[in-house]
């Protein structure tokens, strides 16, 4: 004699029960049970990359945006011909005045060969007032040495004061590293538009003395940029009382574009402005595009695990046929076969991206220290500052994004135990007991 089950509203306790059931393996049951195992494994890991790799991106896309911003500002002001800005004090106190603008910066600029008793190579000369130059955060961390008060002595707390009087450079860390100079060591600098003579053009070649030494963080910068005092650089480039240019620093860098008219006309007539996304437009319009595309490429990876529920679930019903077919005879409606097995792959879906996510979160949150960890035990660096430009790898967890990657990754989970549990909800109890 058969119990009719009790008419029960949808998500009851019984298709709970029922459904969990059947994710505990049994031994005939064993290869279904691995096959749900490996979707749950292929979902925790799926989501937990994505999450890593999105989240080393953000770190290198906002560190890299950072560095960069810091060294050259959000926008340069000079003029079409390159030749020098003589009036710039006026043209500064008009920028200066534009709502938004918080810092405008003359400077001179040229390439120059650094050449020192080890090595030569080339260099970007930035000359820089004192004043200026203490405001750029990116050099002043904890990494800066200076000896500028007392020359060769290294300052217990670093300092600019007396940079415009020192006669002296500052040099990146791995300029100094590569040159094998330190502080109060002596490299010369060689420009090729020197004077002028009857033979014509000779290079202009000075030696100067280290003053300081900074770390940015970026390799690109600190192996290939030099400070002068503005005074000096104006004497060593000759360009008598004049700049190259003016950099800005604006409160928002990413509204900097609707800034260019007010900016073109506080300038005056005759002047070129470039911002941060002209000067590096290529470079970050293709960290975008990579980005999107590991985004696209990983997502198929939660992809494969949904696909293996599908065929988990598939085998399931064909498995437990005998089953359903008794649930149909004793009142059970096809509603509530069809929740029975939803729950059933939905519950691998949820166990596996929340369990991706954690594991996704804790690996990005450590991932300079699990970096170091591995090239301790292999003695290889898997991030070469020279070819990644950073010194370290960074990372930035986005809250929006995680939550994007795991509603995408339910999602997909849900619509992979769609088409099984309809399928055990059609099935025909009389067809499946004929042969029991």
Do not use: C
């Amino acid at each position: 004699m058969t119990h009719a089950l009790p008419d029960t509203k949808p998500f009851a306790g019984f298709e709970w029960k029922l459904a969990l059931r059947y994710l505990r393996a049994r031994r005939r049951e064993g290869f279904i049970s691995v096959i749900s195992l490996f979707s749950l494994l292929g979902i925790m890991l799926g989501v937990a990359t994505l999450i890593v790799v999105m989240s080393v991106f953000n770190g290198f896309h906002n560190e890299l945006l950072k560095q960069v911003l810091g060294f050259s500002g959000h926008a340069s002001v000079y003029q079409p011909d390159l030749s020098p800005i003589e009036d710039f004090e006026a043209m500064r106190g008009r920028l200066l005045k534009v709502p938004g603008v918080m810092r405008a910066t003359p400077l001179v600029e040229g390439q120059v060969m650094a050449s020192s008793i080890k090595t030569a190579s080339g260099a970007l000369v930035r000359g820089i007032g004192e004043a200026e130059i203490a405001q750029l955060a990116s050099i002043n961390n904890t990494n800066l040495q200076t000896a500028i008060a007392k020359p060769g002595v290294m300052d217990a707390s670093p300092s600019w004061k007396g940079f415009d009087v020192s006669e002296g450079v500052a040099i990146g860390e791995r300029l100094a590293w590569k040159h094998q100079v330190g502080l109060g060591g002596t490299i010369t600098l060689i420009a090729p538009n020197g004077p002028e003579t009857v033979i014509g053009s000779t290079p202009r070649i000075r030696d100067f003395t280290v003053v300081a030494i900074f770390k940015m963080g970026m390799s690109e910068y600190d192996e290939g940029v030099v400070y002068l005092p503005l005074g000096e650089a104006q004497d060593f480039f000759s360009t008598d009382t004049g700049v190259s240019g003016i950099e800005l620093m604006v409160e928002d860098p990413d509204e900097i574009a609707a800034k260019v008219g007010d900016l073109a006309s506080a300038a005056g007539q005759g002047v070129m402005i470039q911002t941060w996304r002209d000067r590096n437009q290529t470079f970050f319009t293709a960290l975008t595009v990579e980005r999107n595309m590991l985004f696209l490429v990983l997502t198929m990876i939660i992809l494969v695990a949904a696909l293996n529920i599908i065929s988990g679930l598939i085998m399931l019903v064909k498995d437990k046929g005998r089953d359903i077919a008794i649930l149909r005879t004793m009142g059970a409606t096809s509603g509530a076969i069809q929740r029975v097995f939803f729950i059933t792959g939905a519950a691998i879906g949820v166990v596996g991206t929340i369990a991706g996510v954690v594991l996704g979160v804790i690996i990005s949150l450590n991932a300079e220290s699990i970096r170091r960890g591995f090239q301790w035990l292999s003695g290889v660096d898997p991030f070469n500052a020279e070819l990644y430009y950073l010194s370290q790898l960074p990372t930035e967890v986005d809250l929006q994004q995680t939550l994007w990657i795991t509603l995408m990754s339910l999602l997909l989970s849900f619509l992979a135990t769609l088409y099984p549990s309809w399928k055990a909800s059609k099935l025909d109890p009389v067809e499946a007991l004929r042969y029991e």
